[in-house]
Nanobody, 123 residues
Framework: VQLQASGGGLVQAGGSLRLSCAAS???????MGWFRQAPGKEREFVAS???????DYAASVKGRFTISRDNAKNTVNLQMNSLTPEDTAVYYC???????????????????WGQGTLVTVSS
C-alpha cells in the first residue's frame, strides 16, 4: 500500500486545516492513523480509526481534531481545529491490517507510511 498525504500548510493560531491521505489500493480491513513529529522530538500518535472501530485520539488533540475515513475512496482525513503553535509538526498517515489495540499509539504497530505533510502554526 502506498500512501500520499496532503493538506499541510501555514496557518495562524486558532485556525483550521484538513489533512488527507490517499491509499493506492483498497483499505478494506485496515486500521488507519495519523502521527506527527516536531523538530527534535519523537514521532507521536495523533489519532487512529479502524475498519469497524471508532476513533481514538491523543489527549493533546482530543476535542480539537477529528479523524475520518472514506472507504469508497480509500482515504483517511484529519480535520484540525483550534490549532496552536504546539501542533506544528510533520504529519504522517499510516495504516496496518494487524493492529494490536494495546499498541495503537506506537509507530512500530503500523506497516505502511505516507511521506508526511508539514503543518506550521504561527502565533
Amino acid at each position: 500500500v502506498q500512501l500520499q498525504a496532503s493538506g499541510g500548510g501555514l496557518v495562524q493560531a486558532g485556525g483550521s486545516l484538513r489533512l488527507s491521505c490517499a491509499a493506492s489500493g483498497s483499505t478494506y480491513g485496515y486500521d488507519m492513523g495519523w502521527f506527527r513529529q516536531a523538530p527534535g522530538k519523537e514521532r507521536e500518535f495523533v489519532a487512529s480509526i479502524g475498519w469497524r472501530r471508532s476513533a481514538d485520539y491523543a489527549a493533546s488533540v482530543k476535542g480539537r481534531f477529528t479523524i475520518s475515513r472514506d472507504n469508497a475512496k480509500n482515504t483517511v482525513n484529519l480535520q484540525m481545529n483550534s490549532l496552536t503553535p504546539e501542533d506544528t509538526a510533520v504529519y504522517y498517515c499510516a495504516v496496518t491490517r494487524r493492529l494490536i489495540l494495546s499498541r495503537i499509539g506506537e509507530p512500530s504497530a503500523y506497516d505502511f507510511w505516507g511521506q508526511g505533510t508539514l503543518v506550521t502554526v504561527s502565533s
